[in-house]
T-cell receptor, first 114, second 110 residues
Framework: DAGVTQSPTHLIKTRGQQVTLRCSPK?????VSWYQQALGQGPQFIFQYYEEEERQRGNFPDRFSGHQFPNYSSELNVNALLLGDSALYLC?????????????FGPGTRLTVL | RKEVEQDPGPFNVPEGATVAFNCTYS??????FFWYRQDCRKEPKLLMSVYSSGNEDGRFTAQLNRASQYISLLIRDSKLSDSATYLCVVNSHNTDKLIFGTGTRLQVFP
């Protein structure tokens, strides 16, 4: 049973560029959440996708956008990269039911912006 | 003020020691509480959920005090393999958004 997978594992970009990160949820899960973890900080919620729509959003600018596909996989897009966007980007998947739904994290994509 | 506050540490303890981590949260509407463990350059993994009645899993005991908005984690008989960052996590009612503290780093030495 495959867990959450993310690609690529590492990425180096320069300021102003755009980046797309990918996530495949754990088998049987239908919801994908994205988090940004800067060095020395805890992960911060970016947004969550369910049924191909953004269900919740954290306090991130519009440069951060996402998408969910019919097979439940998801992409995170970041435009006009800033140095401060350098971080570990974590994807977490869950199965939406009543109440809180445990989230399982992928290994992350480490983005470096130069 | 951060929504979830933790002492970043590091806590350096010898093998066999007992160590306690504390965490406070600001949103009284928070409904679910967790401790996650994160190894260096890895993803966070759920260690245990936290309930008002307290819960224990082997050497780990977690406690929630809703009145004080305070969460604790106690690790007994520390092992070298317990060295990691421990993240205090809460989420609000009717949402799957997890709010993480900055994490407390634990280093267990021989």
């Amino acid at each position: 049973d495959a867990g959450v997978t993310q690609s690529p594992t590492h990425l180096i970009k320069t300021r102003g560029q755009q980046v797309t990160l990918r996530c495949s949820p754990k088998s049987g899960h239908d919801t994908v959440s994205w988090y940004q973890q800067a060095l020395g900080q805890g992960p911060q919620f970016i947004f969550q996708y369910y049924e191909e729509e953004e269900r919740q959003r954290g306090n991130f600018p519009d440069r951060f956008s996402g998408h969910q596909f019919p097979n439940y996989s998801s992409e995170l897009n970041v435009n006009a990269l800033l140095l401060g966007d350098s971080a570990l980007y974590l994807c977490a998947s869950s199965l939406l039911t009543g109440g809180y739904n445990e989230q399982f994290f992928g290994p992350g994509t480490r983005l470096t912006v130069l | 003020r951060k929504e979830v506050e933790q002492d970043p540490g590091p806590f350096n303890v010898p093998e066999g020691a007992t160590v306690a981590f504390n965490c406070t949260y600001s949103n009284s509407a928070s409904q679910s509480f967790f401790w996650y463990r994160q190894d260096c350059r890895k993803e966070p993994k759920l260690l245990m959920s936290v309930y008002s009645s307290g819960n224990e899993d082997g050497r780990f005991t977690a406690q929630l005090n809703r009145a004080s908005q305070y969460i604790s984690l106690l690790i007994r008989d520390s092992k070298l393999s317990d060295s990691a960052t421990y993240l205090c996590v809460v989420n609000s009612h009717n949402t799957d958004k997890l709010i993480f503290g900055t994490g407390t780093r634990l280093q267990v030495f021989p």
